[in-house]
């Protein structure tokens, strides 16, 4: 069995799908609006053991964001910043 922060989106309790794609939606709303959101701030709505797998939802939504904005996002910058990626 797998640990809950190796999880697949998929495999996740409905009503944490469902809370994970809301919190989706209103990042990319907020992208739209003009605003780079901080991704930190949404980890703190998703239980620890879930975090990682918000946060391969909300990276490439930024990484599209950014790149569609002129810049050349790193997965560096990423990895720095959210060591659990890199693990």
Not at 33 to 41: E, K, T
Request: aromatic share 6%; hydrophobic share 30%; with cysteine.
């Amino acid at each position: 069995m797998k640990s809950p922060n190796e999880t697949d989106f998929e495999q996740l309790p409905s009503d944490l799908m469902l809370k994970i794609n809301q919190l989706c939606d209103r990042y990319e709303s907020e992208l739209r609006q003009g605003d780079l959101p901080s991704i930190n701030a949404y980890l703190d709505d998703v239980a620890v053991d879930f975090r990682e797998v918000i946060l391969k939802e909300l990276i490439p939504l930024e990484v599209e964001h950014r790149c569609q904005q002129g810049e050349t996002p790193e997965s560096s910058e990423y990895l720095r910043q959210f060591p659990v990626l890199d693990q």
